[in-house]
């Protein structure tokens, strides 16, 4: 009698179950025929979506208003949306699968927990936009602002931001992964937070204006293009194993201190006040310190192709164990400066430079030196050579 009592309740928690299940899928097959109804009705489609999870595949959404939606646990898969307007919407754990965005608002809507992978934005509108715990991952973008964004971090893993996308404004920590930024506005970012950029590669990238509590940029490339951070301002930052020797442009930027490691750049600091700047195991096609004034500056096992010191100065400057080919430091001022086994090449400029205490040691001369220091105060002894 016992076991008869148990099997009845095991069958009727089946029979409930399989009940629950069955009206679950009759709802869901009902929307994926009915969709456009819904879609046409935003309140109707809250209404479903209060209690049901969506999931579309292999669709075309097309100048739809959706303004104030809301979708909870959504899944859309190979789904194309285009002229969508989608202003104050939210989204909260919701998956966008091979989707295309086209000519789309997303004006101030939230977006939480959200992933978007192997998608397309092409002229589409993120302003104002809350992300909170956001990816986009082998994604691209065309065209598309992500302007004035809120929230968290917003992380960007294989994807390519290319032709005048832009994330301007925003007030959040960014972290690019095996990313390609190029031509992307990121100018007036002030969320005071981290910028990270691993990997990928950089062109016509203006971070100019923004102001971030660490720049870090590691393993990244260039390409054809400079990358400009002109007027912004940092705690850090931070250039480790980069490869970028078409330009990057610091300058008047404002930070406490700069590190260069094992990379390969053309760099400027020009008209900048860094306390800090030190460098190490690189090679520098253009070192640019020209109307900067540096309190402190290392360089160290490093080969400098091109140094530029013209009216700039330093309190203290330390190169040891490098080799520079070319000096143009024309009226540069400095109080304690001193290379350590430095190889000098080339023209080395340093006409009517002035420094109070200059100690150079076992300095070495290259085969094409020619070294020019009229009106200068500076002596170099090549002697223990």
């Not at 879609?39 to 303004?67: A, G």
Request: glycine share 6%.
């Amino acid at each position: 009698m016992f076991w008869k009592k148990v099997i009845f309740l095991a069958l009727l928690v089946l029979f409930f179950i399989s009940g629950v299940s069955l009206a679950m899928n009759v709802f869901d097959n009902d929307f994926r025929k009915n969709w456009q109804e819904y879609f046409s009705d935003v309140k109707k489609l809250n209404e479903y979506t209060n209690t049901n999870s969506v999931e579309l595949k292999n669709l075309k959404v097309q100048d739809f208003d959706l303004e104030g939606v809301i979708f909870n646990g959504a899944t859309f898969q190979g789904v194309t949306f285009e002229n969508i307007t989608a202003e104050h919407s939210k989204f909260r754990k919701t998956k966008f699968i091979n989707c295309k965005f086209i000519n789309c608002k997303f004006w101030e809507a939230e977006f939480t927990d959200t992933v978007f992978e192997d998608c397309e934005f092409i002229k589409s509108n993120f302003l104002q936009s809350i992300v909170i715990n956001v990816k986009i991952i082998n994604s691209k973008s065309i065209e598309s602002e992500f302007d004035g964004l809120e929230g968290n971090e917003l992380f960007i893993e294989l994807s390519d931001f290319t032709r005048r996308s832009s994330f301007t404004d925003s007030r959040i920590p960014f972290k690019f992964k095996n990313t390609i930024l190029s031509g992307v506005n990121m100018m007036g970012l002030d969320n005071l937070q981290s910028l990270v950029i691993e990997g990928g590669t950089l062109e016509e990238v203006n971070f100019g204006y923004s102001h971030f509590s660490d720049i870090i940029l590691r393993r990244a490339k260039q390409g054809e293009s400079p990358v400009r951070f002109n007027q912004a301002s940092a705690k850090s930052i931070t250039f480790e194993d980069v490869d970028m020797v078409r330009g990057v442009s610091l300058a008047s930027v404002q930070a406490a201190n700069v590190r260069i490691s094992n990379s390969r750049m053309k760099v400027s600091f020009a008209r900048s006040v860094i306390p800090k700047v030190s460098a190490r195991d690189s090679e520098f096609f253009v070192f640019g310190l020209s109307e900067a004034n540096m309190p402190h500056v290392t360089l160290v096992n490093s080969r400098i192709h091109y140094l530029s010191l013209w009216d700039g100065s330093a309190e203290e400057m330390i190169i040891q164990d490098s080799e520079i080919n070319q000096i143009e430091g024309e009226n540069f001022k400095g109080n304690h400066i001193l290379w350590h086994n430095v190889t000098l090449d080339g023209e080395i400029n340093l006409a009517n430079a002035q420094v109070k205490d200059f100690r150079p040691t076992r300095l070495k001369r290259g085969p094409n030196l020619n070294l020019i220091t009229t009106g200068s105060n500076l002596r170099f002894d090549f002697s223990a050579e």
